[in-house]
Each structure stands twice: as structure tokens, then as C-alpha cells.
């Protein structure tokens, strides 16, 4: 597993200092874990935060990264998903404070010109979904993680992943009505 | 496999048999030639809910972002320093100021200091991010 790890090497580089690692680091992660945290919690700026924290983590870790221990990428992603996590958490502990434009999707009629706009439609439906349920669908088709990896990332079996999956695919399929075959 | 499990990693994994799990793929295309009408129908209408959801546009990292996070390596090889200095600040106005208090009983401040000077070196220790680089 961790002896065919594509990150180990440049892991170490990072470890030693390296600045070049440093930047290939960035290069190679920032896309991926911005996307993971956009999609989770449906604000930029917030995911933004969530890319940084995590880059502090790998910073403190990777000196420590020892072979034979999970995949850095899937480390990486438990990692951005805890803090995405505190975050939801936080904003259900607050409920004064403003959600994303994302997650208020209420059928206004100044909400029309949205309509044919299906990104964010899509984005709305997916902030809708169940933490649980988003993870699995975030983590399997955006991530586009195997789903033994997604399955440990989450901490569930394969069989379980697979029942969110399904769940959150119904409840998006039925958000997206118009827009795809029922 | 059956028709049933078909329709079911369909709905778990969507349209593209390339993207379900190694292990069925093989067996979800030998249905899928069995029962080509079948299979066709349950792809096409995953299919279609995938191509919806690749449509939520995708984050796009900033320049500024990029450079910010690659300050923060450098910053945080940086850190110990700044920590050690702090640390060895706080824990030593913390034990003087105990023994002031008389709260440390039989305690010279000078051996205080010494006591200090230890806890410093263990909390830079605990803190130090980059272990042996760092002293390089």
C-alpha cells in the first residue's frame, strides 16, 4: 500500500526543506483539496481556509510520515473532511450566522434567473444532502476515489459507502427532476 | 451478477462501467453483453445524472492562494524559533512567578530558572515541526 504510495518521495523532499517539493506539493494537492472542501461546504472562502489548515497539517507531518501507515492522499483527504466537518458543525452551533449562498435555495421568484443555471442547481442540491451521504458522493465522483480508499477515508465498510451512495445519488437524482430521466 | 446488482452499483457508481470497482467490472460487462437493452437503459440514465453533476463548476486555486500556502512551509520551518523564544518566556515568567507567590515551596529561583530552561527545551521539542531539519 504505502511502498507504491505516489506522495512518499516527495513527502521526504518536504520533510528535508526542499522548496521545489514544497511548491510540487502545492501544485499537486491545492486542486484537489480546494475542490474536496468547495464541494462540502459550498463556499470559496471557507474552503479556501479549510486548503490552508490543511496544508499546515501536512507541514507538521510530514517529517513524521512513516511507510507502511494509510496513503498520504487518503490521510490528506480525512484530514480536509475533519475540518470540513468542524466547520458544518459550527454553523449548525450558530444558526445566526449566514449560510452559503449554496445552501439557501428557497423557490423565490428572484431565484428564476437561476434557474437554468444547473452548476449552481447542482451545488444546492449536493449542500442539501446529508453530511454522510456528500461525502460518499464528493469523495466517489469528484474525487473520483476508489471505493475501498473512499471507504476508509469515511471509516465505513464498502457495503456502507455504497448504501450513501445510492441514498445521496436518489435524493440528487430527485433534486435535479427536471434535468435528468427519473 | 444479476440484473439487480447491476442496477445497483449503477446507482452507487453511476454510468461509466470504467469507474465501478475493479472487481465487478468484469462481471458487469459480461451482463452487460447478456442483456444489452437492460444495460443500456440503467447506463444511460446514471449516465445522465453524472453528467449533471459535472457540471458544478470546478474550484480553481488562485496565484495568491498557491504562494500563500507555499509561505506557510517556509513559515512553519521557521516557527520553532519564534516558539522557543516564546515558550522559554512564558514558562519561566510562569515557575518565577509561582515562586514568588511562595507556591513552590523550598524552590530557589535560580533553580527555578534552571527548571525552566528544561521545559523550554522539551516544549521547543514538542513543537519543533521539522525535528533534525530544523537544526540544519
Redesign the interface.
Known sequence: MAASDPDEALLAR????D?AA??AL??RK??RL??L???MLGD?AE??DV??ET??RI??Q???WRTGQAKFDTWLHRVALNLCFDRLRRRREIPTKEPPEQLDEGPAPDRALEAHD??KR??AA?AKLPDRQREA?VL???Q?L???EAAAVMGVT?EA??SL??RG??A??AA?AD???Q | MNKAQFE??A????GDIA?W??AVREDAALLAGAHPEFARAVL???G???E??D???????SRD??E???A???A??RRPRWLAWLAGASVGTALAGAAAAGLVMGVQLSQASAVSAEASAQAVADLD?????EEG
Request: hydrophobic share 50%.
Open positions: 518536504v520533510a528535508e526543506g522548496a514544497v511548491r502545492v501544485g491545492l486542486p480546494l475542490g472542501a468547495q464541494r470559496p474552503a479556501e486548503a490552508q496544508f499546515l507541514w507538521r510530514a517529517p513524521n444547473t452548476g447542482v451545488g449536493l458522493v466517489c465522483h469528484y473520483e476508489g471505493n475501498i464498502v459507502l455504497e451512495l445510492s445519488r436518489r440528487l437524482r435535479l434535468l435528468v430521466e | 445497483a452499483l446507482e452507487a457508481y453511476g469507474r470497482p475493479d444511460t440514465r446514471q445522465q445524472l453524472d449533471a453533476l457540471t458544478l463548476p470546478r474550484a480553481v486555486a492562494l498557491f500563500r500556502i507555499v506557510s512551509a517556509a512553519a520551518r515541526v521539522f525535528g533534525v531539519s
